[in-house]
């Protein structure tokens, strides 16, 4: 498609109600159905933000120019490593994250799934129900205790188990062990295998910036309600799980049929670069990485470069943005800071 510049984009969605933004999507849809894609979803479950002008909006962050539903999934299809970053309570990511899955299935691709949802040593009960019941995506969920260790409710995940499981593809535990987690987060990555720190490239530094740039994000993402002292521990957890995340998909890709391996994760652990990638090429000459973004807009930030993260390097982040609304306006911050004080309570009552 013509390139057209921004701020065109930007006047042109401006001035669209939240139909003419879906009858974008509707029209994107049905010309993919027609060359063999599956139509890409037409309609959304969020409702805040529905109007914002860069829903529906599919970005080419390297080539800074919209693009097609096609376009990424023939890009998907050729990928050996496909990541998919998530809100993980945004329904929209989930069906997206699906119809990706199925696109590529369209095209002879038949890579196999990892969750991050799951950790490897919840690997043996994520097998048995595979081999015990193969078609039951809807019982994949209970079998892993989904729910019960904190993620959404299942059935919002429900759509990629199904497309996955329909096609037969394998499905893999993408996290580390519980025990491990709390190790390095005690003790540091000494506590760990060294053969396993080495393999995983966890005794390697990462590039200038990026572990300021992490221990800033997640400071940010507990609202700056955490002990400074605490980050040390959640940097080098942060670092365990995206290594084990890249370590899961070389060993699936490694036995899928077409070798390739699709993550499902949440967004900041698909980063070019400081998340999963990067750990994919600590160990890969140059491994062929896909990483796509699903974002929620959010209300004030209507430019494209409000998204984008403050990057030196010539690295991006994401190969492409796709914009959603909103599952929910509650405040993240509020929620946490409840948390924390019915924690303290419970502390004080003994």
Known sequence: MPQRPHSAILTRMKHSTVLAALAV??????AAQAGGLPAAPDAWISEVQGDHPLVGLLWNVPESREAQPRELAEAAASASYVLLGETHDNP??????A???EAMLTQDSRPALVFEMIREDQAAALQAHLAESPG????????????ERGWPDWSMYKPIAEAAMAAGLAIHAGDVARREQEAAARQGFEAL???KVSRLALDRALPEGQHEALEEQLMA?????IPEEAIPAMVRVQRLRDAAMADALIDAATNAETGQAVLIAGREHVRADRGVPWYLRARIDSPDVLSVGLM???EGLDSIEDYLPDIEAAQAAYDYLWFTPRPHDRDPCEEMRRQMEEHQRQRDEG
């Open 25 to 30: 999507l509707t029209a994107s849809g049905a």
């Open 92 to 97: 929209d990511h989930h069906r997206l994250q």
């Open 99 to 101: 119809w990706i899955v």
């Open 136 to 147: 039951d995506a809807e019982g994949l969920g209970p079998a892993v205790e989904w729910e």
């Open 193 to 195: 295998d060294e053969s």
């Open 221 to 225: 993402a507990h609202c700056d309600m």
């Open 296 to 298: 929620q807009v959010s």
